[in-house]
């Protein structure tokens, strides 16, 4: 019985440096995973911060913008008045050109007509007078013209 006795102490030392072994390892894995895990939160930490801190610069960049919107936007809105009235005027003018010009074109087109008809009737000096606008029994200053 005191074979077994010591069998079974002897199982029991090898069971527990075997345990001891596993618990060894799994610590150094959690020692390794720890470390791990604090420089890729100080560096997360770090990233974050150097992020916060362009945030905050953008932040009071985009505030003193924000304080400029006002001015700007009645400085647009006085521009947007302008541009109509601008507009209204040059909406006008050229309403009247377009009259104008198709004024112009009509007379153009009227006085190339006429210049026509009389480029195709001989030119005659003055004086001289046509015969279907003479009465040949009339005196001198009867002439129709």
Known sequence: MGTVLLILILVGAVL????????????????????????????EVDRLAQRTGELEENLSALDARAQQLPLQVS????????????TGALAASL??????????????????????????????????ERASTVDKNATPTDVRS
């Open 16 to 43: 527990a440096l075997v345990g001891a072994v596993r618990a060894m390892r799994a610590y150094l894995r959690y020692r390794r995973a720890r470390a791990a895990l604090q420089g890729h939160l100080i560096k």
């Open 75 to 86: 400085e647009l809105q006085q521009s947007l008045s302008t541009l109509r009235v601008l």
């Open 95 to 128: 309403s009247q050109v377009q009259k104008v010009l198709s004024f112009s074109a009509l007379k153009a087109l009227g006085s190339e007509r006429v210049a026509d008809a009389f480029r195709s009737r001989p030119i005659r000096p003055r004086g001289q």
